[in-house]
C-alpha cells in the first residue's frame, strides 16, 4: 500500500522559506505513471493546488505561486521537496503532498489524485 | 484559467436523504478532467468520483456523478451518517490543477 507523509517545521518566520518533504513509502518515485506533488489548505477553508513535478525534472507550478515555489524529486530516497519562499501569513495552512495520475495505463486520460498524506500545519509568525 | 464555482455552500439535510452537489466551470471542462473528492474534518481529501463519473475504487454506488461542459454535479442517493463531510471538485487543464471552494454536506 503506498504511503506519503509530509514533514518539516511547524512554524516558520515571515520573510523566509518554507521547506517540506514527503517521503513516499510502498511503490516508487520513479516510475512513468506519475506526478508528484502538493496541495494547500488554509484553516478553515478550501484547498489549493501548489504545484508538481515529475521523477525526470518537468515541474507545473500554481501560476499565483510560481514566482515562489520549487519542487524537487530525490529519487534515491524515494522523497520530494516543497520550498516556499518569502512567506506571510496567508501562508499558514495545512500542506498536502499527493500522487498525480495523468494518465492510466493505455494513455488515456485520467486525472486524478489519489493517494494524499495526512498533512501538515504550518503557521508563518514571529 | 478555470475557475470551479460549487453550490449550494452548504447544505443541511438529514440521513436518508438525498444529496446533489452542484459545480459550474467558468469554461467548458472535458468531461476526462473533472473529478470529485470527500474531506471530513482533520483527514486529507479522498477521491470519490474521477472522469466526472467512474467511481475510485472502494467508493459505494451511492455515490454518482454526471455532466458535461460547464455543469457537473455529484449525486449521494441516501446519505448515510458517515458522508456527512466537505465536498470538492477538480478540474485538470494546460497542466494545472484547480479547485472549487467545497459544499458542506451536514446534518439536519
Known amino acids: 500500500q503506498l504511503q506519503l507523509q509530509e514533514s518539516g517545521p511547524g512554524l516558520v518566520k515571515p520573510s523566509e522559506t518554507l521547506s517540506l518533504t514527503c517521503t513516499v513509502s510502498g511503490g516508487s518515485i520513479s516510475s512513468s505513471s506519475y506526478y508528484w506533488g502538493w496541495i494547500r489548505q488554509p484553516p478553515g477553508k478550501g484547498l489549493e493546488w501548489i504545484g508538481n513535478?515529475?521523477?525526470?525534472?518537468?515541474?507545473y507550478y500554481n501560476p499565483s505561486l510560481k514566482s515562489r515555489v520549487t519542487i524537487s524529486i530525490d529519487t534515491s530516497k524515494n522523497q520530494f521537496s516543497l520550498k516556499l519562499r518569502s512567506v506571510t501569513a496567508a501562508d499558514t495552512a495545512v500542506y498536502f503532498c499527493?500522487?498525480?495520475?495523468?494518465?492510466?495505463?493505455?494513455?488515456?486520460?485520467?486525472?486524478?489524485?489519489?493517494?494524499w498524506g495526512q498533512g501538515t500545519l504550518v503557521t508563518v509568525s514571529s | 484559467e478555470i475557475v470551479l464555482t460549487q453550490s449550494p455552500g452548504t447544505l443541511s439535510l438529514s440521513p436518508g436523504e438525498r444529496a446533489t452537489l452542484s459545480c459550474r466551470a467558468s469554461q467548458t471542462v472535458s468531461t476526462s478532467y473533472l473529478a470529485w473528492y470527500q474531506q471530513k474534518p482533520g483527514q486529507a481529501p479522498r477521491l470519490l468520483i474521477y472522469?466526472?463519473?467512474t467511481r475510485a475504487t472502494g467508493i459505494p454506488d451511492r455515490f454518482s456523478g454526471s455532466g458535461s461542459g460547464t455543469d457537473f454535479s455529484l449525486t449521494i442517493s441516501r446519505l448515510e451518517p458517515e458522508d456527512f463531510a466537505v465536498y470538492y471538485c477538480q478540474q485538470f487543464g494546460s497542466s494545472l490543477w484547480t479547485f472549487g471552494q467545497g459544499t458542506k454536506v451536514e446534518i439536519k
Open positions: 472522469g466526472t463519473s
Open positions: 499527493a500522487r498525480h495520475v495523468i494518465h492510466d495505463s493505455s494513455g488515456y486520460p485520467k486525472p486524478l489524485l489519489d493517494y
Open positions: 513535478m515529475y521523477y525526470s525534472g518537468t515541474t
